[in-house]
């Protein structure tokens, strides 16, 4: 089965690349029970996947409304915990919650879910704005921070806008919120296995307004796949080595990518993509 989502052959570099979905898209699910893994993870590091400011509730309970209707149930906990607002939501999606709210005139994030992070936890963006969030990104404030500004001030609250990017790592677990553990078990991977054990990890991310309060919904839904997957067609495989090996460095320095260059070109030889390789 190839990846449900591919988005490098899209783009190679850093971009917004947002675009508009209908409602019925919003949540794309795929997991049972999303409140197992959850509830699993927050009994273990909850100071790591949740966290919220004073005064978010009221954008909270708007938000978790959204997906309350968007799963046809109500938001609310139907156990005896108590909960707030956007964790009741959170533990009934397979996705991540993130509430946006403008906060002296800066858009910030004021409460999140953070189940699936991509080596970060919510300690570290809690309160964040979004110049704040993306500092780490290589030129996102000259690039891309004042079109994002204009989005969030601009969203509509009838549109929903989706975009994805892509990594690749060796961990098949959605829960990584450090880098360190995960990237000190390269050594292990052989040129043989590293089909197996690299994955694409994909971000499938999501925002909407919050037409109430004013805020916005950010959601994040992780897909990850074995590497030997984008082998699966021709085409697949070609889209995939292409956008690997061209790549620019300030894209794949931030990616972590020559940690994997060695590992990934293996595979790509291995499976007959053995034109324009980068060594």
């Known amino acids: 089965m190839s990846p449900r989502h591919t988005p490098w052959a899209e783009a190679r570099d850093f971009s917004i690349g947002l675009r508009p979905i209908t409602p019925e898209a919003w949540l794309e699910g795929g997991e049972a029970d999303p409140s197992a893994r959850k509830d699993a993870l927050l009994a273990a590091h909850g100071d790591l996947v949740w966290g919220e400011t004073d005064g978010s509730r009221p954008g909270q309970a708007e938000a978790a409304g959204l997906v309350a209707e968007a799963l046809g149930r109500d ?17 009934q ?31 570290e963006v809690l309160g964040k704005s979004l110049a704040e969030l993306h500092g780490p990104v290589n030129g996102f404030a000259a690039r891309f921070l004042a079109r994002v500004e204009r989005i969030f001030e ?58 109430d309060t004013g805020g916005a919904l950010f959601t994040i839904r992780i897909w990850l796949d074995p590497l030997e997957r984008v082998a699966e067609t021709p085409e697949s495989l070609a ?24 590992l990934v070109e293996a595979f790509l030889r291995a499976q007959g993509e053995t034109h324009s390789v980068n060594v």
């Open 75 to 91: 938001w609310r906990p139907v156990t005896d915990r108590d909960d707030p607002p956007l964790l009741a939501a959170a533990r």
């Open 93 to 123: 999606v397979a996705d991540d919650l993130i509430l946006m709210e403008k906060r002296d005139g800066a858009w910030r994030l004021t409460a999140l879910s953070l189940c699936a992070p991509t080596f970060f936890t919510a300690p």
């Open 154 to 211: 601009g969203l509509r609250p009838d549109l929903i806008l989706e975009r994805r990017n892509w990594t690749v790592v060796n961990s098949g677990d959605s829960f990584t919120p450090f880098s360190a553990p995960v990237r000190a078990r390269v050594g292990e991977i052989t040129p043989q296995t590293a089909g197996q054990a690299l994955y694409t990890r994909v971000e499938r991310q999501t925002l909407r307004r919050l037409p």
């Open 239 to 262: 889209a995939f080595a292409q956008a690997w090996r061209e790549a620019p460095e300030p894209f794949r320095a931030y990616k972590g990518f020559s940690l994997y260059a060695p």
